[in-house]
């Protein structure tokens, strides 16, 4: 293929370009994406994951999957086998086996031997305060450590004599020596390797000193051959100290890093530290509540691998820090399932509904396209009884001006049925409405009633002929636009307490005995929603719908 003849995306697929154009990259691009294990990912990675392995599919080039595994006090195997399932569900798929940045702590530690053999690393006693006292501050120089010009012989003896266990955890550190009047305070003697008594979920117990993350991450990325390494804005001033690693080990080669902006969200929090405190704490019910901004959570709810794709093109990339308002990621779902979501009807809120008309005992089945765009999605049988369920807040006794619904003594449609009548209401002893007795038209399926006209359409469903269903209602987790800003308290104060409304005794039609488990509904004029295997396993043999997404975004207007 040949450079015109691709795309850019982004920033960093015009650089590619520029870079594959002048000569300047020959070869295959390699990317990776490298979460830590610490944590379920969230939306914000599923833009890095889209960035990472769109780059490797329109250069025909490479992405691996690499877990940067040095702290495994916070790290688990259920970590790595969500996430590695999050990346496959969104579509994508790495170049060979996963990655472990822990594959190369061997490497690792003979790069720090190294670097200690010509005098570009030392051993540091100096403990965790007097570090930080020595480092200086932005406006102020720091100052060498007394451990700085330890004799090499010294160093390499110790750093081995950490390795093999002869230390206390933390009594000593292992530092690169660069300049610690740096105005770059990532260069001021970083710390490489730490004492961590700690197993390790993929080395056991092999190790225990731990390598820190900028030693780390760009050797990882030179073993693996990694062309670009791409990283979030954060890390720009990392960049020296990832290329100052490189350049004094004898790299297998140099990868380049470039940073883009993190991709943050209004009403959300995006950090796998704050989302753990919402399960440790029991905010909500675990990793993949449908209310988390996780990849699992939205799953579960509902949304598509498409639509979460399509959001992150939307959002682009770039290096312009910002918010994107959450509206933008239900607009890519409402999009996506309008297109392609089986039609059903689902009755909240069922209020009985009495065809007095209708002789006892009969049935008819009408039937009903599956999506009214696209007749290639077939249709449904929707039973036709004398007994159904309308929703209650489609029933008024005294109709307003304009009323689209059912009133006393007005007429609508039942959405692919009859014009319906009602004649009469009747109460029970508090005076709530528990049933409507109505008169059907037998005239008027598929065709306008002649001499009266019908409101509008509602949605219904046999009453004897329907399935009962619970229904979790979400909203969203945060009532607060910007949840983790601290000058605003905890994050805690401010979880939305109706992010979840549950609904039982719901009914839904015959079609969904057996829902389908790859896409969500639209259950008509009231939103998405998507099967919930895992909750309808304890419920009682109901099936359990979670609400995706509603059909119009009626959350600015009304709640603000
Ligand atoms: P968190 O604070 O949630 O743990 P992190 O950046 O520490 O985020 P990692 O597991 O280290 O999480 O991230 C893996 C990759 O995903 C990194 O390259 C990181 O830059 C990227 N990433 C993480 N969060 C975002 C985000 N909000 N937007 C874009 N990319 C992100
Ligand atoms: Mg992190």
Redo the contacts with the bound molecule.
Sequence with gaps: MSVDAKKAHNFIESLIEDQIRDGKHTGKVVTR???????Y?????A???C??FGIAETFQGECNLRF?DTNPEKESQEYIDAICKDVQWLGFQWQGEIRYASDYFDDLYNFAVELIEQGKAYVCALSAEEMTAYRGTLTEPGRNSPDRDRPVAENLQMFSDMKDGKYQSGELVLRAKIDMASPNMNMRDPILYRIRYAEHHQTGNKWCIYPMYDFTHPISDAMEGITHS???LE?EDHRPLYDWVLDNISAPCQPVQTE?????LNYTV??????KRLVDEGFVDGWDDPRMPTISGMRRRGYTPESVRAFCDMVGVNRASGTVDVGMLEFAVREDLNARAPRAMCVLRPLKVTLENYPQGQQETLTLPVHPQNPDMGTREVPWTRTLFIDREDFVEEAPRKWKRLATGQAVRLRGGYVITCREVVKDASGEIVELKCEYDANTLGVNPEGYKANGVIHWVSASDSVAADVNLYDRLFNHEFPDSDKDGDLLDHINPESLKRLTGVRVEKSLAQPRQDLPYQFEREGYFFFDAQASASANGRPVFNRTVTLRDSWSKAKS
């Design positions: 994406f490298p979460p830590e294990p610490n944590g990912l969230h939306i914000g990675h833009k890095s994951i960035l990472n940067d791409l990283c979030t890390f883009f902006s993190r991709l943050n995006t950090s796998k530290r704050k989302l």
